[in-house]
């Protein structure tokens, strides 16, 4: 099955500088990356999400990039500000019908943005 | 904002016991998946429902079961419960079988005691 491995598990910016997050899959059928914004005590949110046949998407100060090839994907945020502070994490799946939908997440990174 | 519900917010049981969880739908979502989030980890993947029907399992045991209902609405049931399934219990819906964005619940805190 997919396995999927995220890093870094923590990461602490100032505010106003740039955030990344990298993932990287084995399962080179998965063909959706969604990204989830998890803040304590609730239920996770979803940011921004990527097809493989985009290499890259922008909503505002995030950005996501997939490398098919090597088989990874990135979340950047830029000019963090401190309600960004959460758990962040990655997924993949195939998409579609039947039973090939099942995201496996990986194991998510706590951003800190201090002010 | 999500209009994915679930009850209870929180539940604790004893080791054997059998709990139901439940999940109503956003409005119009048909397919419904369950996770179960471990502190510190990422959601895990259980099982996915639609049209009523049990459609793609991760790897939990039997003991993990459940339903959806006509108006799509979920429950989860968990039998002869043990100590590691104390986790948080998370609903996520998606508008239709092609649809692949997934919303979640805000899920329920089992502790199984």
């Known amino acids: 099955g997919e396995n999927v491995e995220q890093h870094p598990s923590t990461l602490s910016v100032q505010e106003g500088d740039s955030a990344v997050i990298k993932c990287t899959y084995s399962?080179?059928?998965?063909?959706?990356f969604p990204w989830y914004k998890q803040e304590l005590g609730k239920r996770p949110q979803l940011i921004i999400d990527i097809r493989s046949n985009v290499g890259e998407k922008k909503d505002q100060r995030i950005a996501v990039t997939l490398n098919k090839t090597a088989k990874h994907f990135s979340l950047h945020i830029t000019e963090t500000q401190p309600e960004d502070s959460a758990v962040y994490f990655c997924?993949?799946?195939?998409?579609?019908?039947?039973?090939?939908?099942?995201?496996?997440f990986g194991k998510g990174t706590l951003l800190t943005v201090n002010p | 904002e999500t209009g994915v519900t679930q009850s209870p917010t929180h539940l604790i049981k004893t080791r054997g016991q059998q709990v139901t969880l439940r999940c109503s739908s956003q409005s119009g979502h048909n397919t419904v998946s369950w996770y179960q989030q471990a502190l510190g980890q990422g959601p895990q993947f259980i099982f996915q429902y639609y049209r009523e029907e049990e459609n793609g399992r991760g790897n939990f045991p039997p003991r993990f079961s459940g339903l959806q209902f006509p108006n799509y609405s979920s429950e989860l049931n968990v039998n002869a419960l043990e100590l590691d399934d104390s986790a948080l219990y998370l609903c996520?819906?998606?508008?239709?079988?092609?649809?692949?964005?997934?919303?979640f619940g805000s899920g329920t805190q089992l502790s199984v005691l």
């Open positions: 399962d080179s059928a998965s063909n959706y």
């Open positions: 996520a819906t998606r508008q239709n079988w092609e649809n692949e964005k997934l919303f």
């Open positions: 997924a993949a799946t195939k998409r579609g019908g039947g039973s090939n939908y099942k995201l496996t």
